[in-house]
């Protein structure tokens, strides 16, 4: 699995996201990156690859993810403000507890939320209603911090390793 990143530097996050995934294709294949399809939920694939992949950006960078695997990765800015009303909304009990016991809610919350995200990108069902059917924990060793977002990235296979990860100027 292949993780890269960027600053946009004016480019939508859409833009960026698929500058990054064309040069990850192209790095790892040799080739160009064949036609994207999107399935019927939205969760976009390649029409003649066995590679996947996931992008997501926030405001300020673009994150994209290849891998042989299906793969899903979510990202916001670690200092995003949050409402962290949400989190009563969107957390199963589970959550609610580990939530409440946290120091930094707000880190905890923006956690929690980048996990659910990936996780709805990996199943390819995608977020609908409030999330709070899932049971993850800030400190999932899925989640890290790059380049001052709070990323989480999801692989079918466990456990996942990170073959490179690659910041790019866009």
Known sequence: MILAH???????????????????????????????????????YFENSPYHFSISHTPKHAFCVLAKE???????????????????KILSPGEALRFAEAEDKRLALLKLWVL????AKLSGEGLRGYPNHTDFSPDDPRVQEID????????????????RSISYVI
């Open 6 to 44: 960027c600053i946009l530097n004016g480019q939508s996050g859409h833009e960026a996201g698929r500058q990054l995934l064309a040069e990850l294709y192209r790095q790892e294949t040799g080739e160009d990156l064949p036609q994207i399809l999107v399935t019927d939920r939205g969760k976009p």
């Open 70 to 88: 299906n793969v899903g990765i979510d990202a916001e800015e670690a200092d995003r403000s949050i409402n962290l009303r949400l989190a009563e």
């Open 116 to 119: 659910k995200e990936a996780a």
């Open 148 to 163: 001052g977002c709070i990323v989480a990235v999801f692989k079918d296979a466990a456990p996942y390793k990170i073959k």
